[in-house]
Nanobody
């Protein structure tokens, strides 16, 4: 019911910035039922972890961040375009991971994107 397509990953030096985008598409009921959207990441040999999520909200939504990215990453959302963004600044080598977009439909559950690689060189 919902498909998520990410873009914006790549290779960047430590201290640099990247912006990830994730656009949701699918059935009308799939899209309008999405409440939470956000980003998770998985580094080699580690479990997938939350990076940032944001609720739908009429005033831009309410964000939640992992402690490790607070003050460096900013999540935002465009409900008209059904797109969620992750602006990443002051990147560190430990931010290297595959970043996955996530969307939660209140009726049909969670959906994942295919993932986009972010590599931060020291």
């Amino acid at each position: 019911q919902v498909q998520l397509v990410e873009s914006g990953g790549g290779l960047v030096q430590a201290g640099g910035s990247l912006r990830l985008s994730c656009k949701a598409s699918g059935t009308i009921f799939g899209i309008i039922g999405i409440n939470v959207m956000g980003w998770y990441r998985q580094a080699p040999g580690k479990q997938r972890e939350l990076v940032a999520i944001i609720t739908r909200g009429t005033r831009g939504g309410s964000p939640t961040y992992a402690d490790s990215v607070k003050g460096r990453f900013t999540i935002s959302r465009d409900n008209v375009e059904n797109t969620v963004y992750l602006q990443m600044s002051s990147l560190k080598p430990e931010d290297t991971a595959v970043y996955y977009c996530y969307a939660d439909n209140t009726a049909s559950g969670g959906y994942w994107g295919q993932g986009t690689q972010v590599t931060v060189s020291s």
